[in-house]
């Protein structure tokens, strides 16, 4: 019996030590080597502090800020409680949070032109996203302008200086970065000059 075992018991060690060991220790050097600022977890780093990261989205308010998608994460941008609502399109709870929402919105951006971009109203898959539509931060432009006391037009040319587009200009849709977006709010249109 034992000389069935061993080589069974063989295979397990050296594969879990392969593949438990060596090659997570393989992938993640090769990733810090080549892509050092996404393996770090793209941190943005303001006067020595951690400010935030590109890649997972957080809340901002006020009227001075351009606010980010809903988060259905946790309790809201909660990383270690990622995930959606899971809730149907016809689910009455999620209509309703979905009224209260565009009311809210419409409410908060008074001078807005047109409908809310579907993006302002409802979570991402993961509730992390980082980033808004050109439309959803189009929709914020008046409130920040206003909140900020400044040209709605030079609020116009940061969003468009901001937005993404396409990766290799054929995957993904267009986008705004909402945490690099109210960074450069902050160092070009400081509140309260």
């Known amino acids: 019996m034992t000389r069935e075992l061993r080589p069974a018991f063989v295979l397990i060690v050296v594969m879990t030590v392969l593949t438990g060991l060596l090659y997570p220790l393989a992938i993640t050097g090769a990733a810090r080597v080549l892509f050092p600022a996404q393996a770090a977890g793209s941190l943005i780093e303001r006067n020595g502090t951690v400010v935030g990261s590109s890649l997972i989205g957080q809340s901002f308010a006020g009227a001075a800020y351009f606010h980010p998608r809903p988060s259905a994460a ?22 309703d949070a979905l009224g209260k929402t565009v009311a809210q919105l419409q409410a908060e951006n008074p001078d807005a032109q047109g409908p809310v971009p579907a993006d302002l109203a409802t979570a991402s898959a993961s509730g992390l996203d980082p980033h808004i539509s050109p439309a959803g931060a189009a929709f914020q432009v008046e409130r920040v302008a206003k909140a900020r006391n400044v040209p709605a037009d030079q609020v116009r040319a940061l969003v468009a200086e901001f937005t993404e587009g396409r990766q290799l200009g054929l995957f993904g849709e267009p986008r705004v970065n909402v945490l690099l977006l109210n960074l450069a709010l902050d160092e070009r249109m400081p509140l309260g000059r």
Do not use: H
Request: charged residues 10%.
């Open 74 to 95: 946790g309790q809201g941008y909660d990383a270690s409680g990622s995930g959606a609502s899971n809730l149907g399109a016809t689910n009455k709870a999620l209509v």
